[in-house]
Antibody, heavy 123, light 109 residues
Framework: QLLLQESGPGLVKPSETLSLTCTVSGGSISTRNYYWGWIRQPPGKGLEWIGTIYYSGSTYYSPSLKSRVTISVGTSNSQFSLKLSSVTAADTAVYYC???????????????WGQGTLVTVSS | SYVLTQPPSVSVAPGQTARITCGGNNIGSKSVHWYQQKSGQAPVVVVYDDNDRPSGIPERFSGSNSGNTATLTISRVEAGDEADYYCQVLDSSSDRLWVFGGGTKLTVL
């Protein structure tokens, strides 16, 4: 079983870049077995997919955020990260990292989730 | 882009059956996943690939998917089932895009 934990600043100023890291324990990022994703949830609202990365480096981004998002694998085998540029108050949300298993085919369900971290965009 | 539509709320008495729908264009051709999110907690997948359950999820949770509608069915509803429920698919029509429905608040009366 994998454990995921998000970390990063809880407060970011408008127009700056939000940066978060997801640390994975119980397994390696460099595996064919999982895709690694970021999902966010504004206060009182629903889940919004941000993007996903595979160990090979392939990335998939939400069309609505694509111009501002970068997801990458860290230098260690246990971390991947999210960068969201030019943030506004609308980017205030709980940010989750999660993993989707690559079975016979990829169907895309997230089986393991971090506990989430609240990021507030405010001056 | 692909859109999933859920009713904002569903109410059911304890012991009854709750059905939460998720509408999408030809959703029956996709694998649908359902998440339960209790207040202040991270989502938990309760049904994946239309009608499979992860270990630890009660058999009371089941899913179906056909045509333009997928359904999460919760039998013998308990007070502890009160939560927000989200459907989700992977849209691979042009690229790999993960899509969530807007969520349904299940209230146990």
């Amino acid at each position: 079983q994998l454990l995921l934990q998000e970390s990063g600043p809880g407060l970011v100023k408008p127009s700056e870049t939000l940066s978060l890291t997801c640390t994975v324990s119980g397994g390696s990022i460099s595996t064919r077995n999982y895709y690694w994703g970021w999902i966010r949830q504004p206060p009182g609202k629903g889940l919004e997919w941000i993007g996903t990365i595979y160990y090979s480096g392939s990335t998939y981004y939400s069309p609505s955020l694509k111009s501002r998002v970068t997801i990458s694998v860290g230098t260690s085998n246990s971390q991947f990260s999210l960068k969201l540029s030019s943030v506004t108050a609308a980017d205030t949300a709980v940010y989750y990292c999660a993993s989707a298993p690559q079975g016979y085919i990829l169907t895309g369900y997230y089986i393991y989730w971090g506990q989430g971290t609240l990021v507030t965009v405010s001056s | 882009s692909y859109v999933l539509t859920q009713p904002p709320s569903v109410s059911v008495a304890p012991g009854q059956t709750a059905r939460i729908t998720c509408g999408g264009n030809n959703i029956g051709s996709k694998s649908v996943h359902w998440y339960q999110q209790k207040s202040g907690q991270a989502p938990v997948v309760v049904v994946y690939d239309d009608n499979d359950r992860p270990s630890g999820i009660p058999e009371r949770f089941s899913g179906s998917n056909s045509g333009n509608t997928a359904t999460l069915t919760i039998s013998r509803v308990e007070a502890g089932d009160e939560a927000d429920y989200y459907c989700q698919v992977l849209d691979s029509s042009s690229d790999r895009l993960w899509v969530f429905g807007g969520g349904t608040k299940l209230t146990v009366l």
